[in-house]
């Protein structure tokens, strides 16, 4: 079953904590003291209508600008649990020296690295992904604005995660310590995340699944950090398998 609540504080009815404990069971009973809000999309409709020959298991690539520490948590769960019908096939970095390509390196991940004309031109990027028979992309952590010709390609079927609660602290510039510096400078009491399908614009597309945590008043921006990113390790491999597993139905 698919229920659509309003999570935005600003729009959160009084009793909607009361639904929380009836609907919705963190991703991980390690995150039940941090977790209380999650919401999922309609997400079901615009799957199954993009990925009408899906082959099993759904052939996934990563891009990553950085460390990579959901691409780690994403590749170890899917090459450890073969049943979820993802398969971790590629992994493409814009940065040489990303921590990221030596972690999937290390994991037997095929990466690829391209610089930024190799990007905007559609050869380099799309070849790359044919060859790895790519179904599905998910960004880890990758800064460049994905290209128009990227996103009618996979229509629906790239995801972004956003280490907040869109469309609070998004668009250019909101990645990273910035999000984290801006939500407490704000004086918020939660954070959170946001996995969404990704358009032409920095963190615009339709959200498929939000999570959040209440934060403390002595949260430092790197103790935000912190909560947000073990939300983000918990859920999004999550996600992904369950987009994967609609797409089969
Ligand atoms: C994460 O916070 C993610 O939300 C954002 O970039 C960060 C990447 O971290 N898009 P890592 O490289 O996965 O550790």
Redesign the pocket.
Known sequence: MTIWLPLHRKSRPFWFPLLQIAFFAPADPTELAEVFAQKESNSQAVLTDALPTLLFPMKLALF??????????IIDRFQAHPEDGVEVVLLISNKPTA??LTMAAERNVPTLVLNRNEFRESDALLTGLARFQVDFIA?????WLVPAYLVKAFPDRIL????ALLPDYGGKGM??AN?HRAVKAAGETESG?TIHYVNEHYDEGNTVFQAAVRLDKEDSPEKI?ER??RL?HANYWRVIRRLALLAYQ
Do not use: D
């Open positions: 990553v600008s950085g460390t990579g520490s959901n691409a780690r948590t921590g990221a960004l880890a952590g990758f800064l972004n995660i956003h280490p990645y990273g999000v995340i950090a947000v990113l983000e």
